[in-house]
Nanobody
Framework: QVQLVESGAGLVQAGGSLRLSCEAPSLTLSNYAMGWFRQAPGKERRFVAGISRSGSRTYYADSVTGRFTISRDNAKNTMYLQMNSLRPEDTATYYC?????????????????????WGQGTQVTVSS
């Protein structure tokens, strides 16, 4: 059963923008902290951005701070990653992730091993 589905893959020129979406057809996302990670060929999966269960707290990797914005709409069971001022080094497969936290914890998680569910990945390519 597919838990998370990413969309928004694309090829853009440096300086351009893309918005990724992550839908959860079988989860109630209001009970989950969420995150975006990325993985370039031959490299390990790395944290990009995280958002708390309620959406009130966000956290970013230094490499994307000021350029990327993570958000969520729990009513639509969807999370987003708005990516602006894209650079060739942003080229990677992007994965969304979810960690079950119930309805009391409002933390953000940045470790790959923290998360319970992963999407299949969506490719972002930035040309120079």
């Amino acid at each position: 059963q597919v838990q998370l589905v990413e969309s928004g893959a694309g090829l853009v020129q440096a300086g351009g923008s893309l918005r990724l979406s992550c839908e959860a057809p079988s989860l109630t996302l209001s009970n989950y902290a969420m995150g975006w990670f990325r993985q370039a060929p031959g490299k390990e999966r790395r944290f990009v951005a995280g958002i708390s269960r309620s959406g009130s707290r966000t956290y970013y990797a230094d490499s994307v701070t000021g350029r990327f914005t993570i958000s969520r709409d729990n009513a639509k069971n969807t999370m987003y990653l708005q990516m602006n001022s894209l650079r060739p080094e942003d080229t990677a497969t992007y994965y969304c992730s979810a960690k079950g936290v119930g309805n009391t914890v409002n933390y953000i998680y940045a470790g790959v091993s923290d998360y319970d569910y992963w999407g299949q990945g969506t490719q972002v390519t930035v040309s120079s």
